[in-house]
């Protein structure tokens, strides 16, 4: 076999080269792999094997999974790391780097036991190196610049070579400049399949990395030396309303797993469902030794997995519980107004500011619907219009749509849940309701003493020869 022609360049489970002896090592002969590229933000649907063991392919939310060759017994990928233009969510684009086109770089897949040889090819204008994060490897293969391997310059390619040691969610990002490279959006998943098909197989399979970016309004680059303060937290650098809902089929058994790459902790949240922790960065957990929660709480530069069954149909939200974690754009400087009657103030600034709107006084939730005008390419700080009028909510957050006629392998957006009958909160019309009950304040009957709200040790009763105090000590 002399020729790798684009025909055998196949990616979802990529062609086996039939009579091709087997490569180890350096392979120099061999030629470059197809870098296929992404330039839409919308989910494409799974790369399923065609060849090969057989497994349940995951979902990248607004992402999509990097095909493969097969060259002897080696699984070869080509990662191009390259500044990308990345859409995180209608009427915002921002100017990131990433792999291949988009960020995050696409979702590797492959097997326990697999050989893979990962080709990088660096068009950044800086040095950089990938680490495969959580993978056990030769030392040489891991990534660090400096320490494990020089930088790959500008314009050159480097090879990565390891066998798959174990199954489980894995992540890969830069360790070369690094806090200037992943503020720019470069990192993706791995995720290695088991061996055995049948080894906790699922029906869906979703990957969520937890990214973040500080993107001034009216501006396309994030400014990489923010560590916390950012204004657009992400799933799959997208945020809502740009990410797509969570599609399931009643019934399905679903796992979804996610990937932290920011600097502080995000507590995922998953309403309708109870779902188990059944996976961490150490590896899958024996069945006897999961638990159940409902928000996971994922620490920083941590995996974890985690399942359930899709029995409770409806639209569930799904989404960060750090509530700034579901806002866009948002400024932290705004000042708290909420009791305060602007009124008066209002009517003075305007004088200065015609035009001059007091907001906050009720509330920011009005602020979701009010046309505001914004500074191009940004994004509304609350937003996304639901059945029932706007969901408030930006960033870390979308839906897990769960339907009863879903087809196996379909995860187009469903619209929105019709409920049925007598199962919506509805508004109160009948007689007008009786004043709450509140508790009293002090005891009926008389004024209130100094004492009613002060804990009296019942063995020191004051008695006219002790009266208490510090006097006694
Ligand atoms: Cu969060």
Known sequence: MTDISRRNLLGAGGLVLAGTSMISGRTQAAGLPEAPSMDKATTQPPLVPT?????????????????WRMRGDWKEFHLVAEPVVREMAPGMKAHLWGYNGQSPGPTIEAV???????????KLPEATAVHWHG??????????????????????????????????????????????????????????????????????????LLNAYDIE?????????????????????????????????????????????????????????????????????????QWFEVSADVAVGQMRAIEFNADNLGDWAVHCHKSHHTMNA????????????LKSTAKRIQKIAPGYMPMGSTGMGSMAEMEMPLPENTLPMMTGAGPFGSVEMGGMFTVLKVRPDVAPGDYRD?????????????????????????APDTPKGRKARETDLRVVDPRKRRTASNPGGHGNH
Request: charged letters at 20%.
């Open 112 to 122: 326990e036991g697999d050989k893979v040889r990962i080709f990088v090819t660096n």
């Open 330 to 341: 948002m400024g932290h400087s705004v000042r708290t107004y909420i009791g305060v009657n």
């Open 217 to 289: 309004a009216g501006s396309y680059v994030p400014k990489v030396n923010t560590m916390l303060d950012m204004n657009m937290w992400c799933f799959n650098s997208r945020v809502w309303p740009g990410i797509d809902p969570m599609v399931a089929r009643q019934g399905d058994k679903v796992r979804m797993r996610f990937g932290n790459l920011t600097m502080t902790n995000h507590p995922i949240h998953v309403h309708g469902v109870d779902f188990k922790v059944t996976g961490t960065d150490g590896g899958w957990i024996p069945p006897e030794r």
């Open 414 to 438: 469903p619209g929105w849940y019709q409920h049925p009958e007598g199962t919506l909160a509805y508004e109160w019309t009948g007689e007008p309701l009786p004043e709450p009950t509140r």
């Open 51 to 67: 060849t090969g063991v057989d497994y349940q392919p995951v979902v990248t939310l607004n992402g999509w999974t990097l095909p």
């Open 135 to 208: 993978q056990t490897l030769p030392n040489g293969m891991d990534g660090v610049a400096g320490l494990n391997q020089p930088g790959i310059p500008p314009g050159k390619t480097f090879v990565y070579e390891f066998i798959l040691r174990r199954s489980g969610t894995f992540m890969y990002h830069p360790h070369s400049d690094e806090m200037v490279q992943m503020a720019m959006g470069m990192m993706g998943f791995f995720v290695v399949h088991p061996r055995d098909p049948a080894e906790r197989r699922v029906d869906r399979d979703f990957v969520w």
